[in-house]
């Protein structure tokens, strides 16, 4: 299963990293917390595209 960080995750999504740290603090986007580290899975990511219908455009 490929995990992403935080850089990762918002590239991938195309977005800012700030803004993906935002909305992950909201709980707008699940991610998986090991200690203080924060991993993405690509099932995370897809329910990012649900949370924010903006996204949907840019798969």
Known sequence: MQEYTYAEAAE???IAETTLRRWVSKGRVPCH????LVR?????????YQACPALAGRR
């Open 12 to 14: 991938k999504l195309r």
């Open 33 to 36: 917390r090991l200690g203080r």
């Open 40 to 48: 993405f899975t690509e099932d995370d990511l897809a329910a990012a």
